[in-house]
């Protein structure tokens, strides 16, 4: 496995990062200043070029439901939320309102002077709540989106994030959702051009993505309450994989997930505990999704741990 800084010697960032981190700077120096409590959400799955030109790639399962979900009950418990998240998959507020079901909801008449666009008076009740809330949201300035595609502009972007979440100290909270792939092809061994099928079948050698969870939890953001997500499809796995991540790299809380009951079942795993949060049939069926006591539960922990530390300190 390349080691971390490697990883950073060898791939260069990507064509917008200086504009990202600008933006990723401005936003924690103010919400700093405020004192806010703030959360850096990441979301979606990463990608893995198999050429520089790219046309093939390798991807990492995941919609972008937990993040996007997640970052909205993160907003109406009064976090600075960056969401980090992969180009195309969900966003907060948007979610809701996924393919042809926002055209659906509108209006349109032409009466040969004008053109209006008007949302349909049975849909105002769907749209209106999930509008407010987004503006409230982006006027108020309390989110800030940041994406990435591969997994070399996830890994350049969650260092930039955690250089400027440092300085909120225990105030952070990283929610590390993203489906980050363990394998890639570096970019020294990377073709140009598109691989040729004309040449055969090609034999793809990955190599192992260093783990940055390790410098993240020990030097980046040493003092921030850090949750990492581990999904699997085994069972037999979920718990010990998680147990072990802990281990190795001492941060806060893994929630591990099984893929295919992932909307309805989690396990909290802590050094100390181990719980499971999950909704019951009934619960999923009005419409309650998951990250709502996701979220609540880690603000609970959060706070907890933020009070920890200041009488500590005295
Ligand atoms: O984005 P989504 O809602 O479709 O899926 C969420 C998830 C399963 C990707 C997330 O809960 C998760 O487990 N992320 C970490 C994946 C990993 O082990 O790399």
Known sequence: MTHWEDFYNTHLPPTDFEDNRSLLKEFCERHNKLQNRIVLVTSGGTTVPLEHNTVRFVDNF??????????????????????????????????????QQFFD??????????????????????FAPILAKYKQAR?????????FNTVADYLWLLRAACECLAAFEERALLYL?????????????MPTHKIQSGQGA?????????????????????????????????????????????FKYNHKMVIANI????????????????????????QALQGLEIE???????????SEYINGASTNRQ
Do not use: C
């Open 62 to 99: 995941s919609a972008g439901t937990r993040g996007s979900a997640s970052a909205e009950y993160f907003l109406d418990h009064d976090y600075a939320v960056i969401f980090m998240y992969r180009v195309k998959s969900l966003e907060p507020f948007t979610r809701h309102l996924t393919g």
């Open 105 to 126: 909801m509108l209006d349109i008449t032409d009466n040969g002077q004008s053109t209006s666009i008007t949302v349909k008076p049975d849909s105002v009740d769907v």
């Open 139 to 147: 006027e108020s300035q309390m989110i800030l989106y940041v994406n």
């Open 177 to 189: 959702a993203a489906a980050v792939s363990d394998f890639y092809v570096p970019q020294d061994m």
């Open 202 to 246: 090609p034999t793809i050698s990955l190599q192992l993505v260093p783990k940055m969870l390790a410098p993240l939890a020990s030097l980046w953001v040493p003092h921030a309450f850090v949750v990492s997500f581990k999904l699997e499809t085994d069972e037999n796995l979920l718990i010990t994989k998680a147990r072990d991540s802990l």
């Open 259 to 282: 893929l295919q009951t992932r909307k309805h079942r989690v396990v909290f795993v802590s050094p100390t505990m181990s719980y499971e949060v999950h909704l019951s049939r009934e």
């Open 292 to 302: 709502e006591p996701i979220v609540a539960d880690l603000v609970k922990r959060h």
